[in-house]
C-alpha cells in the first residue's frame, strides 16, 4: 500500500535508526502536521521520540516518555480506524501502539503483564490480518507473540491457541523473517530482532550476521547494528573482519552520546573479550570481561549473561574452578531467556574445557 507522505516519513524513519534524533523528530513532526492521515506516522513519531529518550536520559525516564508518547497517540488511531474502517492498516499500527507497551514491563521481567499488553495490542492486529491475511508488516508482531509465548508456561500458551496462533518458536521465527525479508516497514525491527535472536537466544551467527549486515549497510552510523555484526563476525570465525569492525566502532563511538556511552561501550568490551578469548589471550579477556561487568548499564541484561559466561569460561580454563562457579551462578541469577542461562547451568556441572 501506498500512502501520501510515504517519503518523508520514512526519510524520518532513516534518520533516527541512523541517530539522528533531532532531525528525525523535526521530520516526523512536520509529517504528522502535513500528513496526519497517514497509518504510520504517528506510531513511528512516538518510537522516534522514545528512541531519542533512551540515547539521552536514563532508563526509567524514556519508560515514562515511552507510555506518555503512547497514551497521546492511542486516541488519534481510534480515532482513524473508525475513520478508515476499510483499511486494515490503521488497525496495524492501533494495535500496535497498544501492544508497544508492553516493553516496559519487558524490560522489568514481568512476564505475565507483557503478555497481556501484548495481547490487547495483539487483539488489533488480529482485526487486520483477518481484512488482510497477507500484510506482511504485520508479521513481525504475530511472530513475536508466537515466538516468546513458545518459550514461556502452559497457561500462556493455551491463551495464544484461543487466537488461532500456533505458540511455537520455528513458526514464529517464519513470520519474523518474512517481515524481515518482504515487509515495506517492519522489516528494519525484524532483522535486529532475527540478530539478536540468532546470536544470543539460538545459536546460529550465520543467519544473524545476514540479518546484521544488511542492517549496517543501510544504517552504517548505528552503534548496535554494528555491535550485532562484530558478534557474528566473531562466532563465524572471521577474526580478521572483527578486528576491522572493532576499529570501525571505536571511531564510531566517539559520536555516542554520554548516556549511549555507558550503555554500548560495556558490549563493545564484551565483544572485545570474546575476540581474545577465541585468540585465547586470556588474561586481556578476563580484564575486558571484568570491565564488561563493572560498567554495565544497559536496558536488558541478556548481554550481562554472556558476560558472566565468558568470565566463567576463562576461569575455568585457569583452573579458578570455585570462582568460575559464581561467575555462572551470576548468570543463571539473571533468569532472562538467553542461551547463556543454559549453558551456565551446564558448566556449573561440567567444568569447561577446550578439547
Not at 513532526?29 to 497517514?38: I, K, L
Not at 576491522?244 to 568490551?269: D, E, F, H, V
Not at 570455585?322 to 558448566?347: D, M, P, Q, R, T
Amino acid at each position: 500500500m501506498v500512502y501520501l507522505g510515504d517519503e518523508k516519513v520514512r526519510e524520518g524513519v532513516y534518520a533516527f535508526y541512523n541517530y539522528e534524533f533531532d532531525k528525525s523528530l523535526k521530520i516526523l513532526s512536520e509529517a504528522r502536521t502535513d500528513f496526519p492521515n497517514h497509518p504510520g506516522v504517528h506510531f513511528i513519531w512516538a518510537a522516534a521520540k522514545w528512541t531519542r529518550s533512551l540515547a539521552f536520559d536514563p532508563v526509567d525516564t524514556s519508560h515514562i516518555v515511552l507510555e506518555k508518547s503512547l497514551a497521546e497517540i492511542e486516541p488519534i488511531y481510534k480515532s482513524l480506524t473508525e475513520k478508515f474502517n476499510l483499511d486494515p492498516y490503521y488497525q496495524l499500527y492501533y494495535g500496535s501502539t497498544i501492544g508497544l507497551s508492553a516493553r516496559v514491563p519487558l524490560a522489568k521481567k514481568r512476564w505475565l503483564t507483557t503478555f497481556f499488553k501484548a495481547n490487547k495490542g495483539f487483539k488489533k492486529i488480529n482485526k487486520a490480518i483477518a481484512k488482510e491475511p497477507n500484510m506482511l508488516d504485520a508479521k513481525l508482531p504475530i511472530g513475536l507473540v508466537e515466538y516468546y509465548t513458545s518459550m514461556t508456561d502452559s497457561f500462556l500458551k493455551y491463551a495464544i491457541k484461543l487466537y488461532g496462533l500456533n505458540a511455537s518458536e520455528n513458526e514464529g521465527l517464519n513470520k519474523i523473517s518474512l517481515a524481515a525479508e518482504k515487509s515495506e516497514w517492519a522489516w528494519i525491527e525484524a532483522c535486529g530482532i532475527l540478530s539478536f535472536i540468532y546470536l544470543w537466544v539460538d545459536n546460529d551467527p550465520i543467519l544473524a550476521a545476514k540479518y546484521a549486515r544488511k542492517l549496517v549497510h543501510n544504517f552504517p552510523n548505528n552503534f548496535y547494528f554494528n555491535i550485532l555484526l562484530l558478534e557474528a563476525e566473531i562466532k563465524n570465525h572471521h577474526y580478521e573482519e572483527a578486528r576491522i569492525q572493532i576499529n570501525n566502532l571505536i571511531n564510531l563511538s566517539g559520536k555516542l552520546t554520554a548516556r549511549q556511552k555507558r550503555w554500548y561501550m560495556p558490549y563493545l568490551n564484551y565483544e572485545i573479550a570474546l575476540l581474545h578469548f577465541k585468540e585465547k589471550k586470556y588474561d586481556s579477556a578476563i580484564e575486558r570481561v571484568n570491565k564488561a561487568i563493572n560498567n554495565y548499564d544497559g536496558e536488558f541484561d541478556v548481554i550481562l549473561g554472556y558476560c558472566y559466561l565468558l568470565r566463567g569460561n576463562i576461569l575455568d580454563l585457569k583452573e579458578e574452578r570455585s570462582e568460575a562457579k559464581s561467575s555462572y551462578n551470576e548468570c543463571v541469577s539473571l533468569n532472562n531467556f538467553s542461551g547463556a542461562i543454559s549453558k551456565a547451568k551446564y558448566y556449573l556441572e561440567n567444568p569447561y574445557y577446550i578439547p
